[in-house]
């Protein structure tokens, strides 16, 4: 009788212990994948840089000029 108590208890440890286990690496998956930027996210910032860099050297470019045609 003693030995099937020790058994069970042992059982639900592992049960316990692989449950655990299962639930923190799933955590460990999730967190890898949202750690970085994707390569999407990275193209799109990119191309939002270009398009502000673009807007300041139009209108840095339209200061310039209208400024020149006044003298």
Same mark, same amino acid.
């Given at each position: 009788m003693? $030995? @099937?108590? @020790?058994h069970?208890?042992?059982?639900?440890l592992a049960?316990s212990?692989? +449950?655990?286990t299962r639930?923190?690496?799933?955590?460990q998956?999730?967190q890898?994948?949202?750690?970085? $930027?994707? +390569?999407?996210e990275i +193209?799109?910032?990119?191309l939002?840089l270009?398009?502000?860099a673009g807007i300041?050297?139009?209108? $840095?470019?339209?200061?310039?000029?209208?400024?020149?045609d006044r003298t």
């Open positions: 003693h $030995l @099937l108590t @020790l069970l208890a042992v059982l639900a049960d212990a692989t +449950t655990a639930r923190r690496l799933r955590q998956r999730t890898h994948r949202e750690a970085g $930027l994707s +390569t999407l +193209t799109i910032l990119a939002g270009f398009l502000i300041a050297v139009a209108v $840095l470019t339209g200061a310039v000029n209208s400024r020149l």
